[in-house]
């Protein structure tokens, strides 16, 4: 069962931020948020992930909710090259699952 | 590059032969992980390892199998090839159990 939902697809404009959404209101407390990324058939790409604070790296940032049931992938600059299948997923220390994705399309 | 090495990139085997794919994690990386990717379709996990031991299991048929070794790399074995096995096969690496995981290029697996 997937334990995450996203929108199947988003458009963006280049150099606008990209606010990628994602619920999984059945987290429990000892699961993370991660994000990854797949550029066509490329290997997926790690993004960031965050527990209950929102985190920020040089890739995104990363918005939870104070009751962790959905959180916000942030790409604050879009560029073409952002164009990418997007993952949320969550996860404790062991398996892996991932779900359909958010396709995001930057355009020029 | 991720510092995960898979090989080969490309292979191409007849129905019911059996192929060994092979994973290099990144240097101290303890865990594996096996995943397939159908033309157009999601990533399904298939396998986790940890230092050696298997640590979870997904929709891994049973024709499929894998191991890891005392070095830590990985293998996943896979029989009585289909043309429906034809796939993208990734393995990713992480340090420990959780964290985050880094992925190889993949090898594109074609059954004729």
């Known amino acids: 069962d997937a334990k995450t939902t996203q929108p199947p697809s988003m458009d963006c404009a280049e150099g606008r931020a990209a606010n990628l959404p994602c619920n999984h209101s059945t987290i429990s407390g000892n699961e993370y948020v991660y994000w990854y990324r797949q550029i066509h058939s490329q290997g997926p790409q790690y993004i960031i992930h965050g527990l209950k604070n929102n985190e920020t790296n040089e890739m995104a940032s990363l918005i939870i909710t104070e009751d962790r049931k959905s959180s916000t992938l942030i790409l604050p600059h879009a560029t073409l090259r952002d164009t990418a299948v997007y993952y949320c997923i969550v996860r404790d220390n062991n398996d892996m699952r991932f779900g359909a994705g958010t396709r995001l399309t930057v355009k020029p | ?112």
Request: charged fraction near 15%.
């Open chain 2, 1 to 112: 590059d991720s510092g995960v090495t898979q090989t080969p990139k490309h292979l191409i085997t007849a129905t019911g032969q059996r192929v060994t794919l092979r994973c290099s994690p990144r240097s101290g990386d303890l865990s594996v992980y096996w995943y397939q990717q159908s033309l157009d379709q999601g990533l399904q996990f298939l396998i986790q390892y940890y230092n050696g031991e298997e640590r979870a299991k997904g929709n891994i048929l049973e024709r499929f199998s894998a191991q890891q070794f005392p070095d830590l790399h990985s293998e996943l074995n896979l029989s009585s090839l289909e043309l429906g096995d034809s796939a993208l096969y990734f393995c990713a690496s992480s340090l420990i159990q959780g964290g985050e995981a880094f992925f190889g290029q993949g090898t594109r697996l074609t059954v004729v």
